[in-house]
């Protein structure tokens, strides 16, 4: 039985595949489009800041979310070390009590 609803269910996921474009109401393929950040609305310098460079150079953008995404990481990561030694629970042995 679960063979048969298996294969029904694959046959079913096939038919949107076989049905011509023409059934989905496809029409032409869209304008390149161009994706930018509105700076009109932005009165904070740093937002303003990462807006402009997203418009401008994407590239330094990049390198700058992964410089804050590694600092914010590890000041995570420091911080929550702390509350754990401050709740007294030890990370630093690797020993495991429940055996």
């Known amino acids: 039985m679960y063979r048969k609803l298996a ?23 869209a304008a390149e489009l161009v994706v930018v950040a509105d700076t009109r609305v932005l009165t904070s310098p740093v937002n ?3 807006a402009d460079l997203y418009n401008t150079d994407i590239l330094i953008f990049a ?11 590890c000041i995570l990561g ?7 030694v401050a709740t007294g629970i030890d990370l630093t042995k690797r020993k495991i009590i429940e055996h």
């Open 63 to 73: 390198v700058w979310a992964v410089v804050l995404t590694c600092l914010l990481g």
């Open 7 to 29: 294969k029904l269910g694959g046959l079913a996921a096939l038919v949107p595949m076989l049905a011509p474009s023409s059934l989905w109401a496809a029409g032409g393929k």
């Open 48 to 50: 303003r800041y990462f």
């Open 78 to 84: 420091i911080v929550m070390d702390r509350i754990m």
